[in-house]
């Protein structure tokens, strides 16, 4: 059970979290280097493309484990949003899963009309230094340019928060509901995924 879903999350999202992570490395390289629009704007689109594709790789599990399991794609939701904790703690990250899923429809149509999501478009999804306290403490990077999500009430979500904590749901998710997890430890982003650290 869950053979698909777990499948995917070990060979499409880790690999893709994992290019999303260099993205942001090559990102802050670029800014560190020249940080003129000019020097860094091709590092961004790059960040902002790799964010995009684990997005829809982290969306993807919705559909595979709703086959799996028949259940709506709402409750696996629910589900996966109740589990959207930072790795290692109990702080959870409200909102997250939401983000995600916006952050791969607004990839793939530009312009979003489903009320559901909480962004509005691909111009939600940017690339700016956020700065200091706007954010937990240890989310995303300390200083510089990273992937942010600007979600409709105009709030500014780092998605290298969203990323770590939606991956470690779903393996947390696939984990109780009997799915057969590969031994890890599975880490991405400098943190532990699974098992839970």
């Known amino acids: ?3 698909g879903a777990v499948d995917h999350l070990i060979h499409n999202v880790l ?16 800014y560190a280097f020249d940080p003129t629009f000019t020097g860094w704007e091709e590092a961004a689109r790059n960040a902002k493309r790799h964010a995009a594709h684990l997005a829809i790789a982290i969306d993807g599990l919705t559909d595979r484990s709703t086959k799996e399991l028949a259940l709506s794609k709402t409750a696996i939701r629910a589900s ?3 589990l ?9 990250r409200q909102g997250c899963i939401e983000r995600v899923r916006g952050v791969a ?3 793939k149509h530009e312009n979003l009309s489903d009320p559901t999501l909480p962004i509005a478009s691909a111009n939600d999804v940017l690339v700016v230094a956020l700065g200091y306290g706007l954010e937990s403490f240890g989310v995303g990077k300390f200083g510089g340019l990273e992937v942010i999500v600007r979600d409709k009430s105009g709030e500014h979500w780092k998605f290298l928060g969203d990323a770590p904590v939606a991956v470690a749901a779903w393996f947390r998710f696939l984990s109780t ?3 057969t997890v590969p031994n890890g430890p599975y880490h ?6 699974h098992p839970p650290p």
């Open 177 to 179: 509901h009997g799915a």
């Open 84 to 92: 959207c904790v930072w790795p290692g703690t109990v702080f959870p």
């Open 15 to 30: 690999p893709s979290a994992s290019d999303y992570s260099a993205a942001e490395g090559s990102l802050s390289e670029a």
């Open 188 to 193: 991405a982003f400098g943190v532990q995924l």
């Open 1 to 3: 059970m869950l053979d």
């Open 105 to 107: 429809n607004a990839y």
């Open 80 to 82: 996966i949003d109740a």
